[in-house]
Nanobody, 123 residues
Framework: QLQLVESGGGLVQAGGSLRLSCTLSRGTFSTYGMGWLRRAPGQEREELAK????????VYADSVKGRFTISRDNAKNTVYLQMNTLKPEDTAVYYC????????????????WGQGTQVTVSS
């Protein structure tokens, strides 16, 4: 039973921006560390960004550092991914996920997953 609902994916030109949102519908949002991950065609899942329970600590993959920003609003039970300066190689299905850990140490620490949203960047 999924407890996460995503929105904000779509088609954008290279150099453009998108903002993804993910809302937890059950449970206590503030008890979960949150992450954004993606899977491109023919590739394994890649963890892009994660944020701890109170939003005070973040970690980014080298592929998105300086371009993507993860944030959360615990009052809205929502985590966001602001994506700027998008490139064609960012094209993938993007997922949000929740972990009981303050900051998940590995992908298997994520216990709840959204259904994914497609992001396509054209050149």
């Amino acid at each position: 039973q999924l407890q996460l609902v995503e929105s904000g994916g779509g088609l954008v030109q290279a150099g453009g921006s998108l903002r993804l949102s993910c809302t937890l519908s059950r449970g206590t949002f503030s008890t979960y560390g949150m992450g954004w991950l993606r899977r491109a065609p023919g590739q394994e899942r890649e963890e892009l960004a994660k944020i701890n329970r109170n939003g005070g600590a973040t970690v980014y993959a080298d592929s998105v550092k300086g371009r993507f920003t993860i944030s959360r609003d615990n009052a809205k039970n929502t985590v966001y991914l602001q994506m700027n300066t998008l490139k064609p190689e960012d094209t993938a299905v993007y997922y949000c996920a929740a972990s009981p850990a303050n900051i998940p140490a590995q992908i298997s620490d994520y216990k709840y997953w959204g259904q994914g949203t497609q992001v396509t960047v054209s050149s």
